[in-house]
């Protein structure tokens, strides 16, 4: 059982940056596939970034803006997120995936899910 926590969530202008962290329990981190997905009202949950080893996927809205990393000592997944746009606005979820995952960007590939976190972004 893995638990995941997410924190750095809030209120930012247009053009500003957010750094999310997603601290996790369990002592095989790092055979985890780590990853971000975002739900925005009345709209479905979408891939945003995930990090399998040090091969990191990204969604093309998010390419060249938001960043990936992990830190397997302190068990920690981040999101830097920069040149934020409005349409970035959604509850981001950290997500855990074990075993070989072929397709990171698919929801069914988590099985273990955070409870969310806020972002809005202000025009």
């Known amino acids: 059982q893995v638990q995941l926590v997410e924190s750095g969530g809030g209120l930012v202008q247009a053009g500003g940056s957010l750094r999310l962290s997603c601290a996790a329990s369990?002592?095989?981190?790092?055979?985890?596939?780590m990853g971000w997905f975002r739900q925005a009202p009345g709209k479905v949950r979408d891939f945003v970034a995930a990090?399998?080893?040090?091969?990191?996927y990204y969604a093309d809205s998010v390419k060249g803006r938001f960043t990936i990393s992990r830190d397997n000592a302190k068990n920690t997944v981040y999101l830097q997120m920069d040149s934020l746009k409005p349409e970035d606005t959604a509850v981001y979820y950290c997500a855990a995936g074990a075993g070989v995952i072929t397709q990171p960007y698919l929801r069914y590939e988590y099985a273990y899910w955070g409870q969310g976190t806020q972002i809005t972004v202000s025009s």
């Open positions: 990090i399998r080893w040090s091969d990191t």
């Open positions: 369990g002592r095989t981190f790092k055979d985890y596939t």
